[in-house]
Nanobody
Framework: QVQLVESGGGLVQPGGSLRLSCAASGSNFRYYYMAWYHQTPEKQRNLVARIDTGGGSTIYSDSVKGRFTISRDNAKNTVHLQMNSLKPEDTGVYFC?????????WGKGTLVTVSS
């Protein structure tokens, strides 16, 4: 079974950048589509980006397309989310999970605050 730990969040000014990381344990990581999800301050959790098992296919929500990039390293069991041109509405807790998400794999997430 895969376990996931997110890191890399913080406080950043509008227009700034952050790189989130997700470390996965377990030997089956490479068999899963992976994704990042954004939980708004209102507790709504939305898909931000998804990547296939090999890293060759990605999808993004319209709100982050062109600004965020998801990537993975199967040798290191990690998934990353490069976040550029951050906006105040990007504020929230970011979680990684498989795609589609598993209720058993939600971790603590990492908090991103975009504010001047």
């Amino acid at each position: 079974q895969v376990q996931l730990v997110e890191s890399g969040g913080g406080l950043v000014q509008p227009g700034g950048s952050l790189r989130l990381s997700c470390a996965a344990s377990g030997s089956n990581f490479r068999y899963y589509y992976m994704a990042w999800y954004h939980q708004t301050p209102e507790k709504q959790r939305n898909l931000v980006a998804r990547i296939d098992t090999g890293g060759g296919s990605t999808i993004y929500s319209d709100s982050v397309k062109g600004r965020f990039t998801i990537s993975r390293d199967n040798a290191k069991n990690t998934v990353h989310l490069q976040m550029n041109s951050l906006k105040p509405e990007d504020t929230g807790v970011y979680f990684c999970n498989i795609y589609p998400p598993s209720m058993d794999l939600w971790g603590k997430g990492t908090l991103v605050t975009v504010s001047s």
